[in-house]
């Protein structure tokens, strides 16, 4: 299924017009005729609107999963939009694992050196 067809059925599942869908997301209703009949493809910011409404993910409005409510709860949410931690506030508040193994505070310290490394390549 494309885009648009999702769209589509989620807002029919729904039982809403398509005026009444713009509304909620505070877009027209040609753009979400538009949207829905594949003539455009809704941008970030509205495809996260399309997802926050009808409550599932990116990933399953764009067709990457067939199950559509993977998405992350309020608490999961904040605590990821506030990750840019410092590094001694990573090894103070969290318990770095690989395979199930705890990283000693010297092993998490090489992880966020590499990959700080990593991005200073690119």
Not at 44 to 68: C, H, I, M, Q, W
Not at 80 to 89: A, C, F, G, P
Request: proline letters at 3%.
């Amino acid at each position: 299924m494309n885009i648009g067809s999702i769209i589509y059925k989620l807002r029919e599942d729904r039982g809403w017009t398509q005026e009444q869908t713009a509304g909620l997301l505070g877009i027209s209703r040609a753009a979400l005729s538009h949207y829905e009949k594949n003539r455009r493809e809704p941008d970030s910011e509205t495809l996260s609107k399309f997802a926050d409404l009808f409550n599932v993910s990116v990933d399953y409005l764009v067709g990457r999963t067939t199950v559509p409510h993977i998405t992350l709860d309020e608490p999961v949410r904040e605590f990821v939009d506030q990750l840019e931690l410092s590094e001694e506030e990573i090894l103070r508040k969290f318990d770095l694992t690989i395979d199930g193994v705890k990283l000693s505070p010297e092993e998490a310290r090489n992880f966020i050196a590499f990959v700080r490394a990593a991005r200073d390549m690119k």
